[in-house]
């Protein structure tokens, strides 16, 4: 079975600097996994997604991720953050197990402040 | 137009009280998702469905019911609503025809049962 683990609930950086949000995953199959971004009092948008071509992908809004099959991580950064980016941020891994669902696995989920 | 709507977007109710949730879409997908986000939980899964004719349970479907009219309508119900089912609740869509298992969000519906 596949789960997600997002490690911290809260991260808090200044406008400028780097992101870094963790996810790690469990996967019995090579997995898909997602990063999606909810901003206040909205549903949740897809900033990228891996599906097993380029290791490193890039989303939108200057985000990227990186699949590592070694550490299973698959964390998020951005170089340079804005005010605009504090939302609250999910990792997903989506259930492509011997059922193939298609449905998605999500960790907690991580609140981004960004402080001015 | 949004691809994913949901109404209503909010919804105060009492205990007891029977109430649904309608999701529509117009991106033409077959498969549908029901999900209820809690604070530190993340997304659940209540009910998904593949087409009219296929509908399965999630992790969290006790309590609540679905029917899929169409392919473009999916709607969630709470026959006898209790206080800890106050959450918000979001509905997806998805086609992997294409690969890639991408699901598209609807704006959610705020349940509040007193």
């Known amino acids: 079975a596949q789960s997600v683990t997002q490690l911290g609930s809260h991260v808090s950086v200044s406008e400028g600097a780097l992101v870094l949000l963790r996810c790690n995953y469990s996967s019995s199959v090579p997995p898909y996994l997602f990063w999606y971004v909810q901003y206040p009092n909205q549903g949740l948008q897809l900033l990228l997604k891996y599906t097993s071509a380029a290791t490193l992908v890039k989303g939108i809004n200057g985000f990227e991720a990186e699949f590592k099959k070694s550490e299973t991580s698959f964390h998020l950064t951005k170089p340079s953050a804005h005010m605009s980016d504090a939302a609250e941020y999910f990792c997903a891994v989506s259930d492509r197990g011997s059922s193939n669902t298609g449905k998605l696995i999500f960790g907690q989920g991580t609140t981004l402040q960004v402080k001015p | 137009d949004a691809d994913v709507t949901q109404t209503p977007r909010n919804r105060i109710t009492k205990t007891g009280k029977r109430i649904m949730l309608e999701c529509s879409q117009t991106k033409g997908h077959d498969r549908m998702y029901w999900y209820r986000q809690d604070p530190g939980l993340g997304l659940r899964l209540i009910y998904y469905?593949?087409?009219?004719?296929?509908?399965n349970k999630g992790e969290i479907s006790d309590g609540y019911s679905v029917s899929r009219q169409a392919q473009a309508k999916f709607s969630l119900s709470l026959e006898s609503a209790i206080p800890n089912q106050t959450a918000l609740y979001f509905c997806?869509?998805?086609?992997?025809?294409?690969?890639?298992?991408?699901?598209?969000f609807g704006p959610g519906t705020r349940l509040t049962v007193l």
């Open positions: 469905s593949f087409d009219v004719k296929d509908i």
């Open positions: 997806a869509t998805s086609d992997i025809s294409g690969g890639g298992d991408t699901q598209y």
